[in-house]
């Protein structure tokens, strides 16, 4: 796989950047780096969109990039929702009654873990202690305790579930069953999510692209998870972090120092160069 220095000379017309937040933008204190400051505003000024691409809440992304974010493209709730400022490109609400019935099986786990409904208005919780409550908030600027997650009344686009424990051990498996239906996709160590089937972060680029008038060619990814591998084949400058997960490291054309070492800015700091 390439290395960064390989970049130099390329030549990229890049018009779109999609990038993964946690293990990737984001630094090992969940922090955006500071070097993506300027560059924004370098994009911004040449025309290239810049697009979150998360399982965060779309709520919390714009929360995220305070006024800069007001201009930006976001792939929200791992691609279920994909906007540009406050207008909606797409959404892919789910049936209410798999919902239903899905919460009522997370319920019965006898392994430890919560639920998060992702709906368009707020996301919603019925385990409420500081373990949990903590673990959401981290997520999800737009959270509500409820008593009963089946009485919710909202579009529901995804169903989050925590895992205390190890999410692709224990979880994925348990929801496994659903995937004959539904895309159950392991979005980090302690999470799974559970969607429409078809949803992905890579579709959603892809109705990015479509609205934007943006090819392949023209666009960059950046991520670690396997809810990011099916942007890998969506853009011509696939980049995997070095802390990757393996399957995305080999779906992906380049590798990004790691999230650690502030690899989104300085492969971007090449790219814009």
Not at 15 to 36: H, I, K
Not at 50 to 64: C, D, K, N, V, W
Request: aromatic share 6%; net charge negative.
């Amino acid at each position: 796989m390439p290395e960064l220095d390989q970049l130099d000379g390329l030549g990229a017309d890049i018009r779109l950047v999609a990038v993964d937040m946690d293990g990737t933008l984001l630094d090992e204190n969940g922090r955006v780096p500071e070097g993506l400051w300027p560059l924004l505003d370098v994009m911004a000024a040449r025309g290239i969109h810049f697009a979150p691409a998360s399982g965060r809440q779309y709520a919390t992304l714009r929360r995220e990039f305070g006024a800069r974010g007001d201009a930006m493209v976001y792939i929200a709730e791992n691609g279920t929702l994909v906007m540009r400022g406050d207008v909606e490109i797409s959404s892919e609400p789910m049936d209410r009654a798999f919902v239903d019935g899905l919460v009522h099986d997370v319920r019965g786990f006898a392994h430890d873990v919560g639920v998060v409904l992702c709906g368009t208005r707020s996301a919603y919780i019925e385990r409420t202690d500081h373990a949990f409550r903590t673990e959401a908030d981290k997520y999800y600027a737009r959270l509500e305790e409820v008593e009963d997650l089946t009485a919710v009344d909202d579009t529901i686009l995804k169903v989050a579930v925590f895992d205390f424990a190890d999410a692709e051990r224990e979880t994925a498996p348990a929801l496994a069953r659903h995937r004959a239906t539904h895309q159950v996709v392991v979005s980090g160590h302690h999470w799974v999510d559970v969607m429409n089937r078809g949803v992905s972060k890579g579709t959603a680029l892809g109705r990015l692209q479509d609205s934007l008038g943006v090819t392949a060619a023209q666009t960059a990814v950046f991520g670690d998870y396997l809810n990011d591998l099916e942007m890998m084949g969506a853009a011509d400058y696939s980049f995997a972090m070095a802390n990757a997960h393996p399957d995305v490291a080999a779906a992906a054309r380049f590798r990004a120092p790691s999230n650690r070492e502030h690899g989104v800015v300085r492969v971007l700091e090449r790219l814009l160069t």
